[in-house]
């Protein structure tokens, strides 16, 4: 059964950071794109990062608001991927979530090519 577990997400002053992580089982990771995408409450949901599969080349990739702020990594091993976020601002408080996908690169973005996703993580950020 494919699963994706979201955590660490939390409460923080603007300025802080925080670590997500996100647990993959039920299938061979190192053969997906992981993503990340976020929700803010009356928004749309909206990528965030990717970290594509080994061997695709290319990526990681950021969507422009985060770049610069935010790192994304895998340990195919561990079957882990994490989205570091620093210099956090209210902006970025939602839903984050993770998500896996086998589509072509150009295609990474978009979210309706992420099959499977987890429950979600809840980042609030104070100013």
């Known amino acids: 059964q494919v699963q994706l577990t979201e955590s660490g997400g939390g409460l923080v002053q603007a300025g802080g950071s925080l670590k997500l992580s996100c647990a993959a089982s039920?299938?061979?990771?190192?053969?997906?794109?992981i993503g990340w995408f976020r929700q803010a409450p009356g928004r749309e949901r909206e990528f965030v990062a990717v970290?594509?599969?080994?061997?695709?080349?290319?990526?990681?990739f950021y969507t422009d608001a985060v770049k610069g702020r935010f790192t994304i990594s895998r340990d195919n091993a561990k079957k882990m991927v994490y989205l570091q976020m620093e210099n956090l601002n209210p902006e970025d408080t939602a839903v984050y979530y993770c998500?896996?996908?086998?589509?072509?690169?150009?295609?990474?973005?978009?979210?309706?090519?992420?099959?499977?996703w987890g429950q979600g993580t809840q980042v609030t950020v104070s100013s």
């Open positions: 998500a896996s996908s086998r589509a072509a690169l150009s295609a990474v973005r978009q979210l309706e090519m992420y099959r499977a």
């Open positions: 970290s594509v599969r080994p061997g695709t080349g290319g990526g990681p």
């Open positions: 039920g299938f061979t990771m190192r053969d997906y794109h």
